[in-house]
């Protein structure tokens, strides 16, 4: 059965462009696929933790310093990357914060991105373990990033194509938006509908 991992990290709960953006892109992918199933995680409820020395204990060793606060910590990261190995498509709105993702984003990141788990250094080089997804990011802005002024602060989308990409999650495609007024964005959410609607038709008979 195909699987959905819907993840939010908006701060804000109301009037959020890339939480309406997400939800509009689960519905249309669960109209495509209804046997399929949906886990939903709300960073900014459910937040995780920030790196902390337990966790890098934990990670990097040395093993004798073990102990029930490493292992928890390694709990917690290992919940978070089975949601990500359960599921066939990934469905993540992050909105832009100062040019980059929102912190409670980038923890989520943290958590995941696991030496030995999530990602190996081989024969061949560093190697990406998490295989056969599809990311669909759903970005909400003010500027419009495809504009050349802009363009050069962008550090949203390749961050994200090269962290997901480093744990091997090469399949990433964006959905943005961008405006400043209510007016703006509903008209661009408006606009996105169809990128969304074929988006989410696809995602399905990849997955
Ligand atoms: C803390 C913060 C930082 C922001 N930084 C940027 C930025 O660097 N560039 C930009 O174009 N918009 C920026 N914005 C605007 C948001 O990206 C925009 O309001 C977007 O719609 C927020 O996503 P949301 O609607 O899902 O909450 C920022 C907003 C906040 C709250």
Redesign the pocket.
């Known amino acids: 059965m195909t699987h959905l991992l819907h993840i939010d990290s908006?701060?804000?709960s109301e009037?959020?462009?890339?939480?309406r953006l997400s939800a509009e892109y689960t519905k249309a992918w669960k109209a495509r696929n209804p046997h399929g199933t949906v886990t939903y995680r709300d960073l900014s409820i459910d937040t995780p933790d920030f790196v902390s020395p337990e966790w890098i204990t934990g990670v990097f060793g040395p093993a004798e310093a073990a102990n029930a606060d490493t292992q928890a910590a390694l709990d917690a990261s290992e919940l978070l990357i089975r949601e990500i190995e359960a599921a066939d498509v990934l469905v993540l709105?992050v909105?832009?914060?100062?040019?980059g993702v929102p912190a409670i984003f980038k923890a989520w990141i943290d958590q995941v991105v696991m030496g030995g788990r999530t990602f190996a250094f081989g024969e061949n080089g560093p190697e990406g373990l998490i295989k056969g997804k599809k990311a669909i990011i759903l970005r909400?802005?003010?500027?419009d990033?495809d504009n050349p002024d802009?363009a050069p602060?962008d550090f949203h989308a390749p961050y994200i194509r090269g962290v997901l990409g480093w744990i091997g999650i090469t399949d990433v495609e964006f959905i943005a938006v961008?405006g400043f007024t209510p007016e703006q964005?509903d008209a661009a959410i408006r606009d996105a509908g169809n990128t969304i609607a074929a988006s989410a038709a696809s995602a399905t008979l990849a997955a």
């Open positions: 908006s701060a804000r009037g959020s462009a890339s939480r709105g909105p832009m914060y100062n040019f909400a802005s003010g500027s990033f802009f602060m961008n964005i």
